[in-house]
């Protein structure tokens, strides 16, 4: 996974040019360590669902990277 500010996106993909980014694509990514990876990452990032236990047995946090787009991270709680 390759994260990229608006600037050098353009200057690589001129066809980015003008074109609004992010969107409604949401990225769901399986961690091994989601409370590190909370912890590495809550300061340094817009964090837009905070960590937390789902009812259906994941614990998961939720972020905007640099083009507007919502990453998930999650990791299955035992048994689940």
């Known amino acids: 996974m390759f994260l990229n500010a ?18 409604t694509l949401t990225l769901f990514i399986d961690v091994e360590d989601i409370r590190g990876s909370y912890q590495e990452l809550k300061d340094r990032v817009e964090v837009v669902m905070p960590l937390e236990t789902k009812w259906y ?3 998961e946090f939720a972020f905007l ?14 048994g689940a």
């Open 57 to 59: 047995g994941v614990t």
């Open 6 to 23: 608006p600037g050098p996106a353009v200057e690589e993909y001129p066809a980015f040019k003008g074109r609004p980014l992010g969107g």
């Open 65 to 78: 990277d640099p083009d507007g787009y919502v990453i998930t991270f999650a990791q299955a709680e035992s």
